[in-house]
């Protein structure tokens, strides 16, 4: 991948409409008599552009999925507000325009893969045509063509996730929620649903998904929200949260060795040819890593700039 | 057969019925909103909750204007499937399995083998069909949400109107097959059973002559079968009755070599009963609002005394010559009080007379013995005898001098001093026809479909916001109070008026006192401080009862089955006010349902 490039989302940089927005949205789960057992998620404010994917991450029982849910008016929230394509979370026909695979896929034992599809299409008002085309080619694209007359009681965990994935898809949504996608499928699988989530992105598509496997997340995602304990600890596009600011690094091809003295001192004084100067990048793994420490360490703190070797601004995205 | 109450022409009822519906649903819609506001002010205060509130409104509002039909259907299939899932056809079995022990338990030699069999069949099938959807209904719902599937569901555009429209229209399909299925097998069961003949044997029967000595028919009696037998009557063409018992009778006709006992006729029927409204004379002949109440069976049957000019006295209208050209078919059942024993095996000996309600005039009487529990015939011809002021009589035609502009007044009196008739309006009637019995006995069907219906419709809604096994029990506990809502009706308006003789023994807390005091309930209390107070409360009590009592379902009131058992044609009044009813219930529930689940956050 080009580290270097331009921008690597179309949109973005405070350009594009936003399909989601959350002002001050927190979530208390509270026990039948009203008393709180849980602060699932502190106030947290977001935009989620169109075209974007957008990765959340955290530990577990960081409020990821509380999040989606509340965006999906799962759960309604305790203060705050989730709007999605301008209107509430709560109004049922935004769905129109949303796909959501839940954490674990929660479908119909007693269907196969095709009844599963049909009925998630109905449920969408589409017309028999439109479904049997759809689910065809759904089923096609996850890979079950074999496996289609099946009951999904049948089906291994790889299997149920990617009818899971078919039926989030059906009604070729504009905003698809992933809730750990890439859980319970093969190494083959996971790239598929990488491409898959490109391919979204190419198609205009936004994506929001939450998973732990960092590396997926690195190679898809324009911008992460990091939380931690229901609170977001970072915020930003992936690659400046990538950069190691206070490093520069420098690449160059076919130069000889003895000449590095010498480029050293040329590069001093006017840039050469084809050599690339940049900040190198760490994984996001060590920068996951090191968000959770410093949250654990300093806790009702956003992390802090020094962590990224500053460049602090682009932590405040949108 | 109970009747407590004319049946009002549907057109005249829905009317009303459609205000107080409105009007109930109206509060009760005005109450849900005002403790949703309560409980949202509890947590963010008056105004935002009146706020949350109103939204909450609207946005239901709009989500029934976005229902669609092809949501529902697809998930009243999904309901259908889940049913089969369960296994539900397995009821089929157990019905087969009833029928098997009805067939040994049930005695075909009872007093009326139809009315018992159609009666358990009936019943049987009413109870297992309810049985099911319930089941079903209040289990599927907690059911989807525990195991999340309801998630995937909810998050496409489905409203929580369909889910709960779904589901009934889909439990209510399960519901209507096992139903026809059963109904279906219990008509032929039942058909099976009671179906007979008998045999006559030349040895029984003994020739009748004329004056010359001339054979011009036969009596005499059938074989045994079945319990009972018949008293065969044959005239000159060789074709005879075999005379009611058990109510039913058999046609005869001559064969090769004796004579031939048809079918039972009269077993399985659907009388069409012209009904007149009934008025007392009391002992002394004077006009009475009621006869005298002897405190058995139901209080709406009056008991006339017998050897006294205490009459019952029901006035028909609309008999015409064109409807009943032969004569006037009346038929009628009499109960009978003993005051003294008398020979039990006979009958109470009694008079039915006619009377010109305009002129007076009298019939002579027609002698009639009271046979209780069965419907007795009294044909009525067309020329009859009248009293004379001389203490002769005269035959005149029947429309001419005895019916006036189509009214006529039939009086029964009760011939034997001591013994008491008991009658209620709907005893006695004109018979203007038959219906099918196979018709009739599919709309008692219907009933039953009416109250699976709301059985199903009540599970639901429950279900969208309780744990399944509760929602069982406050679906029972609605039934229940709606079993018994003409009971706490009347209970309340005892405490409240006073009038201790409504409901004897008053409320709970004073019916426990009377328990652990083992007091009489005939006693009324006296007004001491401790008896006001328990008097009090016990209003308290009943006071939400008895508004629960004024809005819930009634399963047994929507039932029509007693009209099958008892042979008579379901009126189509009644069944059209029924189904608006059940429609009416069913709407209000989902509505409820939907409101429920559209509150809930279907993933904490
Ligand atoms: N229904 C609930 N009732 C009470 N607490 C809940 C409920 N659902 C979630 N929580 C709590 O809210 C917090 C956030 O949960 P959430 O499911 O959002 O975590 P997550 O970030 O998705 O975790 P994971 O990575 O394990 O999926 C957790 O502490 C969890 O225990
Ligand atoms: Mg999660």
């Known amino acids: 991948m080009n580290v270097s490039g331009p921008s690597r989302s179309g949109v973005g940089d405070g350009r594009g409409d936003v399909i989601v927005e959350t002002r001050n949205l927190s ?62 979370a709560t109004d049922v026909r935004k769905n129109e325009r949303i796909g959501y695979l839940p954490e674990e896929s929660y479908l119909y034992k007693f269907l196969d893969a095709e009844e599963t ?111 931690h304990q229901g609170e977001l600890k970072e915020l930003g596009r992936v690659e400046d949260l990538l950069r190691v600011g206070d490093v520069t690094q420098i690449r160059a091809r076919g130069l000889p060795p003895a000449a590095e003295a010498e480029i050293r001192e040329v590069l001093a004084r006017h840039g050469g040819t084809g050599v690339e100067i940049g900040n190198p990048k760490t994984t996001l793994e060590d920068l996951f890593l090191e968000v959770v420490r410093d949250a654990e360490a300093r806790p009702g703190r956003r992390a802090a700039a020094s962590l990224r070797g500053g460049d602090d601004h682009s932590t405040r995205a949108g | 057969m109970v009747l407590e109450e004319e049946i009002p022409r549907f057109a005249a009822w829905i009317g009303p019925a459609l205000v107080r519906y409105l009007f109930a649903g109206g509060l009760a819609a005005v109450c849900a909103a005002g403790a949703a506001w309560l409980t949202q002010a509890i947590a963010h205060g008056p105004l935002a909750a009146g706020d949350r509130v109103y939204r909450g409104i609207l946005a239901g509002l709009a989500d029934l204007a976005g229902t669609s039909p092809r949501r529902v259907w697809a998930l009243a299939r999904l309901a259908v499937q889940e049913s089969l899932r369960r296994n539900v056809l397995v009821v089929l079995g157990v019905f087969g399995l009833i029928l098997l022990f009805a067939g040994w338990f049930l005695d075909p030699a009872s007093v009326d083998p139809g009315k018992l069999y159609i009666g ?31 998630q995937t569901v909810t998050t496409k555009p489905v409203r929580t109107g369909e889910i709960v429209l779904g589901r009934i229209l889909g439990f209510a399909l399960v519901g209507t097959v096992l139903l026809a299925i059963m109904g279906a097998a219990g008509w032929a069961f039942v058909v099976r059973s009671v179906s007979h003949t008998h045999g006559v044997a030349p040895e029984d029967l003994l020739d009748t002559t004329d004056e010359s000595g001339a054979t011009v028919g036969a009596t005499g009696r059938t074989s045994l079968d079945r319990g009972h037998r018949h008293r065969v009557v044959i005239g000159p063409d060789g074709t005879g009755v075999a005379e009611t018992a058990q109510g039913h009778r058999h046609r005869v006709r001559r064969v090769e070599g004796g004579y031939e006992i048809g079918a039972a006729e009269g077993l399985l029927e659907a009388r069409r009963p012209l009904r007149g409204t009934l008025r007392f004379l009391d002992r002394d002949g004077r006009p009475s609002a009621k006869g005298i109440s002897v405190g058995s069976e139901w209080a709406y049957r009056q008991y006339i005394e017998g050897g006294t000019p ?38 109470i000996h009694g008079t039915v007379q006619l009377r010109n309600p305009d002129s007076g005039q009298r019939s002579e009487a027609f002698p009639i013995v009271a046979r209780e529990f069965s419907i007795d015939e009294l044909f009525i011809p067309r020329r009859v ?10 035959e005149v035609d029947l429309y001419e001098e005895l019916v006036a502009d189509g009214r006529l007044e039939v009086w029964l009196q009760c011939l034997e001093p001591g013994q008491y008739y008991g009658v209620a309006q709907a005893d006695f009637f004109m018979r203007t026809g038959n219906g099918s019995f196979v018709v009739n006995y599919a709309k008692g069907c219907l009933g039953i479909w009416f109250a699976m219906l709301i059985v199903t419709a009540l599970g639901v809604m429950f279900s969208t916001f309780l744990a399944g096994p509760v929602a069982m029990l406050a679906t029972l506990a609605v039934i229940l109070v709606g079993q018994f809502r003409g009971f706490i009706a009347r209970l ?74 008892a042979g008579f044609a379901i009126p189509g009044d009644l069944l059209a006010a029924h189904a608006a009813e059940t429609l009416g219930f069913v709407v209000a529930f989902a509505l409820a349902g939907a409101f429920c689940l559209k509150a809930r956050e279907i993933a904490s």
């Open chain 1, 27 to 88: 979530k208390t789960y509270r026990d039948f008599w009203g008393r709180r057992k849980k602060v699932a998620l502190k106030p947290l404010d977001l935009e989620i552009r169109r075209g974007e994917i957008f990765g959340l991450l955290g530990p577990n029982g960081s409020g990821k999925t509380t999040t989606l849910k509340l965006l999906l008016g799962l759960i309604f929230p305790t203060s705050g507000e989730a709007l999605v394509f301008g209107s509430e």
């Open chain 1, 117 to 227: 599809l049909d009925f998630y299409g109905r449920l969408f008002d589409m017309p028999p045509d439109e479904r049997r085309r759809r689910a065809l080619m759904l089923i096609e694209m996850v890979g079950l063509a074999r496996d289609r007359k099946r009951q999904l009681r049948e089906y291994s965990k790889g299997m149920t996730r990617r009818i899971g994935v078919a039926q989030a898809l059906i009604n070729d949504p504009e905003l698809v929620m992933l809730d750990e996608p890439t859980s319970g499928l093969d190494p083959i699988g996971t790239r598929e649903m990488k491409d898959l989530i490109v391919d979204l992105k190419a198609r205009g598509k936004t994506v929001i998904m939450c998973s732990h496997l960092l590396a997926d997340v690195e190679d898809v995602c324009d911008r992460i929200a990091v939380l």
């Open chain 2, 120 to 150: 358990f069949i009936l019943a049987a099938t009413n109870f297992l069909v309810c049985a099911v959807v319930l089941l079903l209904s209040v289990f599927s719902l907690p059911a989807d949400i525990k195991s999340r599937t309801i």
């Open chain 2, 310 to 347: 205490a009459a019952a006295i029901w006035t028909f209208s609309g008999l015409s010559e064109r409807a009943f050209p032969d004569g006037l078919p009346l038929e009628m059942i009499v109960r009978v009080f003993r005051t003294h024993k008398g020979r039990i095996e006979d009958g």
């Open chain 2, 385 to 394: 005898g009248t009293m004379l002021a001389d203490g002769g009589t005269r």
């Open chain 2, 492 to 565: 309340f308006e005892s405490q409240v008026t006073g009038d201790f003789s409504i409901v004897p023994g008053g409320g709970p807390i004073e019916s426990l006192v009377r328990i652990a005091t083992q007091e009489s309930i005939t006693v009324d209390w006296d007004p001491t401080p401790a008896a006001q107070v328990i008097k009090a409360a016990d209003t308290v009590l009943l006071a939400p009862m008895r508004l629960a009592a004024s809005i819930f379902p009634s399963l047994s009131e929507l039932g029509t089955g007693d009209f099958v058992t």
